[in-house]
């Protein structure tokens, strides 16, 4: 990798990417093949809810042979103590880690964390910018599922604005020629000029879904959002993923994934359908998590 840190996609190429995929479908097979990492305690400072990630790494690590620490972020709350800065916190939380899972909701606070700690640190969501681990996840189940990642048709549904999945999976992309990348997204939430890479073969669907000739559908998801920034329930109707549409409409031979967590973009009846594999997803993220542990644990 670039660095020793996992900040953003931009950090990996298509080798790092495909190193870190076969290393996760050999931990995949056979999970108790290693304990490489016996000793080493992860720390996880996540200041906005989460289950995949926290208890994921917790997971991976516990695999791995090593430990974990979890912030709670009982300081920030004045009733409880005195508050404490972020870069106080993470700077004392790091001391006792050899490498630190760090989420927070302003996309700023990455580097004031980086700049205070002296051990590596993987971005687990600054904000609406970015969730690189949750690309790797993705890429890891498309290649499940596809075999490969070369070529293919790729429709992204929910908040082309605010998914810092979408923007992870879209940087990602950049290594592997997709043969087009359609967006699908309400008024408002579409993709911001900063992820429109030239070199990407985008196509815009707003305010409704088209999943003519797809390989993959990513339900990005849709947050409810509040005041001008709600997303009416008739737009997220036209963007909700069907039992009959996924039935009629969705290529047989289309993997649908999530990041989850589900609001109610996807019918719960599609779960039951043999190409919804987006639990899966979650699932084998741990064996992703534990390739990217060993990298910058080593
Ligand atoms: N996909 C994801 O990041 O899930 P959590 O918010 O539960 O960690």
Redesign the pocket.
């Known amino acids: 990798m670039a660095t020793r840190h996992l900040l953003r996609v931009g950090d990996l190429d298509r080798l790092d990417i495909e190193a870190l995929l076969d290393r996760a479908e050999s931990l995949r097979r056979d999970p108790k093949s290693t304990r490489s990492r016996v000793g080493a305690v992860l720390g996880l400072a996540?200041f906005?809810?989460?289950?995949?990630?926290?208890t994921?790494f917790q997971a991976a690590m516990a695999r791995l042979g090593g430990a974990s620490v979890v912030l709670s972020n009982l300081r920030m709350r004045p009733e409880m103590s005195e508050p404490e800065s972020l870069e106080d916190t993470i700077r004392v939380l790091s001391a006792y880690c050899d490498a630190l899972v760090f989420?927070h909701e302003s996309p700023d606070a990455l580097e004031l964390a980086v700049a205070v700690t002296s051990c590596p640190v993987v971005n687990?969501?600054n904000g609406d910018d970015e969730?690189p681990t949750?690309a790797l996840?993705d890429l890891f189940a498309i290649r499940r599922w596809h075999r490969r990642l070369d070529g293919l048709r790729i429709g992204i549904v929910g908040d082309m604005r605010g998914s810092r999945?979408t923007h992870s999976l879209i940087g990602a992309l950049v290594h592997f020629a997709p043969a087009e990348i359609r967006l699908m997204f309400p008024h408002e939430r579409g993709l911001p000029p900063a992820w429109r890479v030239p070199s990407l073969p985008f196509t815009d669907r707003e305010g409704r879904l088209d999943f003519d000739d797809l390989d993959v559908l990513y339900m990005a998801g849709l947050p409810p959002g509040t005041g001008e920034d709600v997303v009416p329930g008739e737009t997220r109707a036209k963007l909700r993923l069907s039992a009959a549409d996924a039935a009629a409409r969705l290529p047989s031979r289309a993997v649908i994934l999530s990041?989850?967590?589900r609001i109610d973009e996807i019918d719960r009846a599609v779960d039951e359908r043999p190409n919804a594999r987006y639990f899966e997803q979650?699932g084998e993220a741990q064996y992703v998590r534990m390739a990217v542990l060993e990298r910058v644990l080593a």
């Open positions: 996540l906005q809810p989460s289950t995949r990630t926290l994921g989420r687990a969501g969730h949750q996840i999945s990041p989850l967590p979650s």
